[in-house]
């Protein structure tokens, strides 16, 4: 073979070599017959490049060919970016190709999270694209409420001061100091009492002491009395009460229908007409023994006899001797 054939050969291999490379760099792989490429249409890819990789699951099926503006009018200004898949894994057209940081120290990869219902994604078809925050833009987002929030309270608070100082004149100020100062001396007062009250309980705590003791005394005699209150047997007390008052109920009813002689005194009009005539004569007759002893008791030794008894002079308790 001559030195010219071999130079040829020598130049084509590296000329074939330099565009697998080159193809190869650009994420194509000029000698795997499953290659796929799909679309995705971003409005912001956040460092995503030509060099980042494509995985499924975690693991890597491909990389970012290639990442150019969408020609389309209506679409000004989004980007378009092509994948080339490797790996003939099945997924449908609902499929999302989202971005994600690929660590702290920068740098974006694509992971495609696959969906399993409806057609099947065929290589040419367009994905749904997302773009997931990466750790300084999560706390972006989040500071970001509450950076509002807080500009939204000191434009608040502001308004508030300047309230106050429209309405805290200086009669209001110094109203507002006399209203402290008097606050102060009712809590030097408080302590002063407080300082009198500990100091008097101090001073007699031996007759508190004792008065407790005598609490607690009579207190265990209570309870003493509260147990033998409880050891009496007072149902069979109570029992005795009920019969005794059912016997008195009984009496009364007797009474009342003027049954028996206390009953008959009660109820019969006679005999308490008889009873009154009785009790006035026997007043009578001791009115006229007090006023009239002679009468009852004569003792004479020239035979005089005793007046009559006069029923008038009786009356006025007058004697008629």
Do not use: C
């Not at 970012?64 to 389309?72: L, P």
């Not at 209570?222 to 009920?242: I, M, R, W």
């Not at 009496?251 to 009660?266: D, F, I, P």
């Not at 005539?277 to 003792?299: G, I, Y």
């Amino acid at each position: 073979m001559s030195k010219e054939l071999k130079t040829g050969i020598i130049s084509v291999i590296i000329i074939a070599l330099g565009i697998w490379g080159y193809n190869f760099l650009k994420g194509q792989d000029l000698f795997s017959p499953n290659s796929r490429h799909f679309y995705v249409e971003y409005k912001s890819i956040n460092g995503l490049n030509s060099a980042s990789i494509v995985t499924i699951n975690g693991l890597q099926v491909g990389k970012v060919e290639e990442i150019s503006f969408n020609e389309s009018p209506e679409k000004k200004g989004t980007l378009l970016v092509k994948l080339n898949l490797e790996n003939d894994f099945k997924f449908s057209k609902n499929s999302v190709a989202k971005i994600y940081s690929a660590g702290l120290m920068g740098g974006q990869n694509l992971a495609i999270i696959p969906n399993y219902e409806g057609e099947l994604a065929q290589s040419g078809d367009y994905l749904q694209g997302e773009i997931e925050s990466d750790l300084f833009s999560s706390v972006g987002e989040k500071l970001n409420p509450i950076q509002a929030k807080v500009e939204n309270v000191l434009v608040h608070l502001d308004s508030l001061i300047v309230g106050m100082n429209q309405t805290l004149n200086k009669e209001t100020r110094e109203s507002i100091t006399r209203s402290i100062q008097g606050f102060e001396g009712t809590l030097a007062n408080v302590n002063k009492t407080v300082t009198s009250l500990n100091k008097m309980l101090e001073d007699n705590k031996v007759k508190i002491d004792v008065t407790l003791d005598n609490t607690k005394k009579i207190t265990e005699d209570f309870s003493k009395v509260s147990a033998d209150l409880a050891d009496v047997n007072l149902g069979q007390t109570v029992k005795k009460l009920e019969t005794t008052l059912e016997n008195v109920n009984g009496v009364l009813a007797q009474v009342n229908s003027g049954e028996g002689t206390l009953g008959k005194l009660v109820k019969d009009e006679k005999m308490y007409t008889n009873l009154t005539n009785a009790s006035k004569e026997l007043e009578e007759l001791l009115r006229e023994m007090k006023l009239n002893p002679k009468r009852f008791v004569h003792f004479s030794l020239f035979g005089k006899k005793p007046k009559p008894y006069n029923e008038e002079k009786n009356q006025q308790n007058t004697s008629n001797q």
